[in-house]
């Protein structure tokens, strides 16, 4: 019989760990950011509703983004601030934030995979 024994450094992992969390949280954050910002984009864009003023179109705009991704808190969103921004868009016709989202939607796993990849390269895994 051979007996061998295995040792690992405990601290360095849990250390490259951290390191991956921070990493992960920044990175997610920043795609949470991207992810706004096209969601509005598409909702200015692409709407069903008529352009009469303007205003409903300019006042729609990526909320800021808010939460820690490894807590489970990371909010984004997207707004439109006018008086009458929740009347034209809770109408179906006119529904502009829901859809620009669906719109969105197929792009944002490749959004969330480059944060990963990105924050698995900023960790040093």
Do not use: C, K
């Amino acid at each position: 019989m051979l007996p061998f024994r295995i040792s690992l450094d405990v601290g360095s992992v849990l250390d490259s760990a951290d390191r991956l969390r921070h990493a992960l949280d920044d990175q997610v954050f920043e795609a949470m950011r991207m992810i706004s910002e096209d969601v509005a984009a598409e909702a200015r864009q692409s709407h069903p509703y008529t352009n009469r003023t303007g205003d409903l179109e300019a006042s729609t705009q990526a909320v800021d983004v808010n939460g820690t991704f490894s807590l489970g808190t990371l909010v984004g969103g997207v707004s439109a601030d006018t008086s009458y921004a929740e009347y034209v868009d809770g109408r179906p016709e006119f529904a502009f934030l829901e859809p620009a989202f669906q719109r969105v939607e197929p792009h944002v796993d490749q959004i969330l995979e480059s944060a990963i990849l990105a924050a698995a390269g900023q960790a040093g895994w």
